[in-house]
């Protein structure tokens, strides 16, 4: 198989819903000055980590295009928890991918500590053999949840998956604490985001020099 022409696909997706999406958020700051939506990422996943993950789940390398969901990944990151089921709820009401799969890690929370709202697409994308479909990952967090779940991946990766207990426990206390800043920050969301308004007005009159 050659390896270039199999992810360009993917590749293209990445950057197509990386463009769909950080419209939206551009929309909503046009229409409402606030956005559910505080930035978006998006990643094709390196060769090695998608062939260490078929491996891992005993999927056949003939198998890996409808098997490993995350080929394509991109990440949406919110400010505040409610943000997260806006931003689901509008990618519900889109007409040009259908979501396959919904994993809620924030109700339920992965063994880890691990908190986010992942939506599994199929995305139709044009190439130049005409339509195909392929599997997309979109994970929706928090600024909190984000923080935790990257310095999490970076320890993860460090200790080859074998997080010493110690650090675990540490890592486990961490997400809870994000988890709290998370409530108490859902609590003054509104006077967060008219804080936010007046500081964006302000800037906006500010003249240039
Ligand atoms: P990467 O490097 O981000 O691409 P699994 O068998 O549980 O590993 P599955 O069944 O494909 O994976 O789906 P799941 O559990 O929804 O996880 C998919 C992705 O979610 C992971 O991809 C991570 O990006 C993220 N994720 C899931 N659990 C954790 C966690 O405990 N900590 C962190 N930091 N991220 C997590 P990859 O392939 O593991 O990694």
Redesign the pocket.
């Known amino acids: 198989m050659n390896w270039d022409i199999f992810i360009a696909p993917y590749a293209q997706v990445v950057e197509e819903l990386k463009v769909k999406l950080k419209g939206m958020r551009q929309q909503f700051e046009y229409e409402r000055d606030q956005s559910p939506i505080e930035f978006v990422t998006g990643?094709v996943?390196p060769k090695s980590?998608i062939i260490e993950?078929a491996r891992?789940?005993g999927i056949n390398p003939e198998n890996i295009e409808d098997e490993?969901?995350?080929i394509a990944?991109v990440r949406v990151v919110c400010q505040f928890v409610d943000d997260i089921y806006s931003v689901v709820d509008m990618l519900k009401n889109r007409h040009d991918f259908e979501i396959v799969e919904e994993?809620d890690?924030i109700s339920r929370k992965?063994?880890?500590?691990?908190r986010?709202f992942?939506v599994i697409i199929k995305y139709p994308v044009e190439t130049i053999h005409g339509e195909k479909i392929v599997l997309a990952?979109i994970?929706i967090r928090t600024l909190a949840m984000n923080f935790?779940?990257?310095n999490?991946?970076s320890l993860?990766y460090k200790y080859a998956g074998q997080i010493p207990t110690e650090v675990k426990s540490r890592l486990k206390r961490a997400a809870e604490a994000a988890f709290r800043l998370d409530e108490e920050m859902s609590k003054i969301k509104s006077e967060i985001q008219e804080a936010q308004k007046i500081f964006n007005e302000k800037q906006i009159k500010k003249p240039e020099g």
């Open positions: 990643r996943k980590s993950k891992r789940k490993v969901q995350d990944g994993k890690y992965k063994d880890s500590g691990y986010s992942h990952e994970q935790w779940a990257t999490e991946h993860n």
